[in-house]
């Protein structure tokens, strides 16, 4: 028996299934008939782990430089995205029959289950992996609104 007590998890796995799908499919479009060439989307693979006081993100990010990572969390959504643009000179260009590698965009966006602590998120890149932990929250370190009843 789950002992998971969010309502929306079957949801939130749906919307990421659905998500992966839109993914396979568009890779299998030849955007160039499209003029559509210059910009590649991929998939990012993470896993998110619990260790007791932490989250722990891993994503899969190869072939980019730390400083082309962007990482921001928003509330108890974590976004990450990577871009990067392939330096070509004019002189290049005409040598290529086909050139896919101008540009790349990776995308990824997960809700953690719980709040965690927004100042205390550690990440590292290494060897194409993105590590991100994320402290959880003490339940009675919350801070709450007080809301005035009229």
Known sequence: ???????????????????????????????????????????????LADHDEAFV???DVPGFEKDEIGVRLSGTTIHITA???????????????????????????VRLPDPVDEDAVEARYRNGVLTITLPKCDPGEREGQQIDID
């Open 1 to 47: 028996m789950s002992t998971d007590n969010n309502p929306f998890r079957a949801l939130e796995k749906q919307f990421e299934r659905l998500q992966r799908q839109l993914e396979e499919s568009l890779a299998m479009w030849d955007l160039d008939q499209f003029g559509q060439s210059q910009t590649a989307v991929t998939s990012m693979g993470i896993d």
């Open 57 to 59: 993100l891993t994503a």
């Open 83 to 109: 871009t990067r643009e392939a330096e070509t000179t004019d002189e290049d260009e005409e040598f290529y029959i086909k050139s896919e590698r101008s540009r790349q965009s990776l995308r990824r966006s």
